[in-house]
């Protein structure tokens, strides 16, 4: 990997890098279909499809609304903002944990890392018993955590932020505790919260949280270049030409960028952004720059995957993305973890 | 051991402190009067009786039980992991007793003794499916892999608590975030029957131990099969840490932070037997806070937790 990154930066010569870009966009295209074929699926399975089966003309008819059957029309107007929550969230936890891998250079790293969903957490218990809106004081939260987690490990290097991210998440369950268990209205509308869920958010939710996901994503790819260096040790990347200081505050911001409009979005889901960068690593390689789109399509087809078996498994009722996901994620982890050592 | 003596002493104190203060106080002689058996004939000294032998009494024997166990469990993990700031917790012992527990309130609607039979059994198998798919091929793996299931139960103890009624929801809740509220007598016998085995186990290994500390080459060369006492000892760290879970709930930080205090307070060695002290002292000195204020142990634990570590992180050079 290691070799095949020196060759390219010193030496480059015309066809390989118009095979590389051909492969790349191949490959970016393939996955762009994929998302289109769940997102049809999304929209079209669920609970309601298996019992009858509508016709085509009648579908794109519900789409826009104006079906006889109102029922169907409610039915398809609630999977719409379920599938744009999906893609959303799914493209932004995918490129989220595609950076922190590469910031800590370690493959097993998660963008929870950065405390964001605790922070979050903690601020939307604070929210439900002052009464005030969720999602604001998710993204408030977010931010806040992550702040407090860099300015924290800044001068000790990634394990410090690991064990600073650790001492919040710990700190703030035990916050939460103390403020969940007085009220039992409290602990009710903060256990809905904590599973994470597609349904919470409404259009309007997603079109105002969409340009945060955008500004981040475009942070990281301005970043691309500086985590590809980074992959070859702190030092080798200096002497390459990067300012470390600002790639790490970028990078951190891309991410906490984009994991606290996730989180806001639709609670704290964990797992895609530690299994999509592996598995989008494996088709695609290691350069940055198709990397990062590659795994926000593949995070976004692979949330939608996991809503439409959630779905289809057990009607009526429906399991949750967040424990779907770690069903899944867990034995791809160790599956991956069996192949690294 | 002889700068053990003032931690000691002040566990002493501290533990007659738990007794004799608080909302519904007991002077030193009502204390001797009812400890003694003496005849009691005031009404306000069957209360204080009852407050110390039923209430004060068995939670004072539980937190310093529950904590030496803690306190143990920690350091024999972060030991065996050579990292002075692992814990237990990082395994998933913690999360698969919490996931028994809801699992066993919402199905089987276990209560008391049962439910911490449950939370026991469900960490010791959780600990065996670990190793099971892990192997025993090396120490990173395995908490690796502890890792990935402690955030698979999470997951299922999240996602259990939203599927039952609103009241064992927070019953479940209070039982998750450590508390010495159920303390009985009985409990304190069975907590201690089930620790003595592998306290005296990790006296017959604390010499080992100390030597594994010089690094695995020269304890090979000294003769110490390497691979087997740090099994060993990680095995005992998980059955001590999943009694205490079991008998009070998982308590933050205790297993954490015991071993990093122990070794401020010795001047950079590790004692098996400070880190107990440090556990169990930590553990009656949050009771006692939480007590006043009227919230659970684990609750005070990790708000004074989470300061010290990141005092910890940054102090580190």
Not at chain 2, 17 to 40: K, P
Request: aromatic share 6%.
């Amino acid at each position: 990997m290691r070799h095949l990154l020196r060759r390219q930066v010193v030496q480059v010569t015309k066809p390989t890098r118009t095979k590389i870009i051909l492969t790349h966009s191949v490959i970016l295209g393939m996955l762009a279909v994929g998302l289109s074929l769940f997102i049809v699926l999304s929209l079209f399975i669920g609970a309601r499809s298996l019992v009858d089966f509508p016709s085509i003309t009648e579908f794109f008819r519900a789409l826009q609304g104006r079906s006889e059957d109102s029922i169907l029309n409610s039915v398809v107007a609630s999977r719409i903002p379920r599938t744009i929550n999906a893609i959303i969230a799914g493209a932004g936890l995918a490129m989220a944990g595609c950076a922190i891998q590469g910031l800590t250079r370690n493959p097993l790293s998660d963008p929870g890392l950065l405390g964001v969903n605790h922070g979050a957490a903690l601020c939307v218990v604070v929210a439900i018993v002052v009464g005030l809106p969720i999602m604001p004081a998710a993204i408030v939260g977010a931010f806040l955590a992550a702040s407090l987690v860099y300015f924290l490990s800044r001068k000790q290097g990634m394990v410090g932020m690991i064990l600073v991210g650790a001492a919040l998440a710990a700190g703030s369950s035990s916050l939460i505790s103390a403020m969940v268990l007085r009220a039992n209205d409290t602990l009710d509308s903060f256990r809905v919260w904590q599973i994470g869920g597609l349904t919470r958010s409404t259009v309007e939710d997603a079109i105002t949280i969409a340009p945060l996901v955008i500004v981040g994503a475009i942070i990281l790819l301005f970043c691309a270049r500086g985590l590809d260096m980074l992959a070859l040790g702190e030092e080798m990347a200096q002497s390459l030409g990067i300012n470390l200081r600002y790639q790490r505050i970028g990078i951190i911001t891309g991410i906490t960028l984009l994991c606290a409009s996730c989180v806001a979005l639709v609670g704290p889901i964990g797992f895609i952004g530690l299994i999509v960068p592996h598995m989008v690593r494996r088709c695609v390689g290691v350069r940055h720059y198709v990397l990062i789109p590659a795994c926000a399509l593949a995070g976004a087809s692979l949330i939608l995957l996991c809503d439409i078996c959630g779905r289809i498994i057990a009607p009526p009722s429906e399991i949750p993305v967040g424990l779907s996901l770690a069903l899944i994620g867990v034995p791809i982890f160790l599956y991956q973890l069996r192949r690294m050592k | 051991m002889k700068k053990l003596i003032p931690l000691s002493l002040a566990i002493v104190i501290l533990s007659f402190a738990y007794l004799l203060l608080g909302r519904f106080h007991v002077s030193f002689m009502d204390f001797i009067r009812i400890m003694s058996n003496a005849e009691i004939t005031e009404s306000y000294m069957r209360t204080a009786r009852f407050v110390i032998q039923e209430e004060r009494l068995p939670r004072l024997c539980i937190g310093l039980l529950a904590g030496l166990s803690l306190g143990l469990g920690g350091t024999c993990f972060q030991l065996m992991l050579r990292n002075p700031l692992a814990s237990p917790d990082v395994v998933g012992i913690s999360a698969a007793a919490s996931v028994t527990v809801v699992l066993s309130m919402a199905v089987w609607g276990l209560t008391g003794l049962w439910l911490s039979g449950a939370a026991f059994i469900g960490a010791l198998c959780a600990t065996m499916l670990i190793i099971a798919i892990a192997g025993f091929r090396s120490m990173s793996h395995f908490v690796l892999t502890g890792v990935a299931f402690s955030a698979l139960f999470v997951a299922l103890t999240h996602y259990l608590l939203t599927r039952i009624n609103i009241y064992k929801a927070a019953s479940a809740s209070i039982w998750l975030t450590g508390s010495l509220g159920q303390a009985t007598w009985l409990r304190v016998i069975i907590l201690l029957c089930l620790i003595i085995a592998p306290i005296i186990c990790l006296c017959i290994l604390a010499r080992p131990v100390h030597h594994l500390a010089l690094g695995d080459e020269l304890a090979q060369g000294l003769g110490i099969r390497v691979k087997h006492v740090r099994w060993a000892v990680i095995i005992l760290g998980v059955v001590l840490t999943s009694s205490a879970v079991a008998a009070t709930g998982p308590i933050s930080f205790v297993g954490f932070m015991a071993g990093p205090v122990t070794r401020l307070m010795l001047g950079g060695r590790d004692s098996f037997m400070g880190s107990a002290l440090v556990g169990a002292f930590l553990v009656i000195a949050a009771d006692f806070i939480g007590r006043e204020i009227g919230l659970p142990v684990g609750v005070i634990t990790g708000i004074i937790g989470m300061p010290i570590l990141l005092y910890f992180v940054v102090k580190r050079p």
